[in-house]
Each structure stands twice: as structure tokens, then as C-alpha cells.
């Protein structure tokens, strides 16, 4: 059964760090386009990072120098550290799996992990 | 970034109505547009990418359509089960999503 599990999510204040895990099953991640996703309260859907199968990175720039991607094979689990966090950086995050066909959508998702940035 | 703008976004609609919410991108995405169901406290669900394919075990009820820049999501027959926010993702560059669009059961 395919399935993704976030953690590492919690109360953090602001400027400090916070690693979140995503542990998969299910598939290979590093056979595929990972990424993060992040919902702030009451609000949409935005597109954080991705890691390729090859292991190209991208992020998007309100998390571009503060985040990192990353992956472990042999735990088959993606990872995103969370570096000077802001209030606004206060959201669910949620791993998903980007597929290689037209429109690239992301057709697995976890179930989410929770960060507040506050003081 | 493309942006991605929704409407409406909000509707209130009878079981067994059609409901239709477009999506429209700043710049030209070809058919890379998928659309997603959210509901409240879960992780968004995959129902269409590519503008139209219907992803697997997705009510056919479900449709999409649309090129370039202007797209529709369509449920030909409201379900009680369908309450949920609907967003729209262009996958053509960097991914970005519509503002979502609320649909409720009247």
C-alpha cells in the first residue's frame, strides 16, 4: 500500500529550525519527483520544493535559502529542513509525489504535519 | 511564477445540479492543468491532470476541459459527498495553485 507519513511538525519560534520527515511506502522515493507543499491556516495550497530522481533540487523563492530538500535511500524517506523560520512559515506541510506524465500532478499525498512559528 | 486565478470562490449548489468552476492561468500552460478536492483537515486528492484525464477511481461525474489559458472543472451531477474546496494546479513550470474554490450542498 502507497502511503506517506509527515512528522516532525511542533511549536517553534521565530528564527529557529525544524526538521520535517516523510516516511513512504509503497514506492521508491528516490525513483521519483518528491516534494513539499504547505497550507497556511484558512488558506491555499502553495508549492514549496521538489527533489528530482536525479537529486536536482528547486525551491520556490519564499523558501529559497531557509529550506532544504532532501532524501534518504536507505530510509526511503524525504526530509525538508526548516532554517530562520517566520510567523508566516506557520502551516500544514504535507509530502506528496509528483508523477512524470503531462501536468506532472501529484497523485499521493500525506496526511500532514503542523508548524507554528510563534513566540 | 504563472499565476492561477479561480472562480468563483465560493458556490452553494443543489444535489444533482452542475457545477462548474473555472481556472485561468496568466500565461499559456498547454493542457499541463490538474484539479484537486480538499477536504476540511484532510490532504488534497488528485480527481484530473493534463486539463482532462480523470485519474483512477474518480467519479465519472468529474470532467475537465480547456487550453492554454482557460480551463473548467465540471461535476455533472452534485453529490452530497462533493462538498469541498477545489483547487486547480498548472504544472507547465514551478507549480502553483488556484485561490480554491468552496463548493457547498445547499
Known amino acids: 500500500e502507497v502511503q506517506l507519513v509527515e512528522s516532525g511538525g511542533g511549536l517553534v519560534q521565530p528564527g529557529g529550525c525544524l526538521r520535517l520527515s516523510c516516511a513512504v511506502s509503497g514506492f521508491t522515493v528516490s525513483s521519483n519527483y518528491m516534494n513539499w507543499v504547505r497550507q497556511a491556516p484558512g488558506k491555499g495550497l502553495e508549492w514549496l520544493s521538489v527533489?528530482?530522481?536525479?537529486?536536482?533540487?528547486f525551491y520556490a523563492d519564499s523558501v529559497k535559502g531557509r529550506f532544504t530538500i532532501s532524501r534518504d535511500n536507505s530510509k526511503n524517506t524525504l526530509y525538508l529542513q526548516m532554517n530562520s523560520l517566520r510567523d508566516e512559515d506557520t502551516a500544514v506541510y504535507f509530502c506528496?509525489?509528483?508523477?512524470?506524465?503531462?501536468?506532472?500532478?501529484?497523485?499521493?499525498w500525506g496526511t500532514g504535519t503542523t508548524v507554528t512559528v510563534s513566540s | 511564477d504563472i499565476q492561477m486565478t479561480q472562480s468563483p470562490s465560493s458556490l452553494s449548489a443543489s444535489v444533482g445540479d452542475r457545477v462548474t468552476i473555472t481556472c485561468r492561468a496568466s500565461q499559456t500552460i498547454r493542457n499541463y492543468l490538474n484539479w484537486y478536492q480538499q477536504k476540511p483537515g484532510k490532504a488534497p486528492k488528485l480527481l484530473i491532470y493534463a486539463t482532462s484525464s480523470l485519474q483512477s477511481g474518480v467519479p465519472s461525474r468529474f470532467s475537465g476541459s480547456g487550453s492554454g489559458t482557460d480551463f473548467t472543472l465540471t461535476i455533472s451531477s452534485l453529490q452530497p459527498e462533493d462538498s469541498a474546496t477545489y483547487y486547480c494546479q498548472q504544472g507547465h513550470s514551478a507549480p502553483t495553485f488556484g485561490g480554491g474554490t468552496k463548493v457547498e450542498i445547499k
Open positions: 527533489i528530482y530522481s536525479g537529486g536536482s533540487t
Open positions: 506528496a509525489r509528483r508523477l512524470t506524465v503531462a501536468g506532472e500532478p501529484m497523485d499521493v
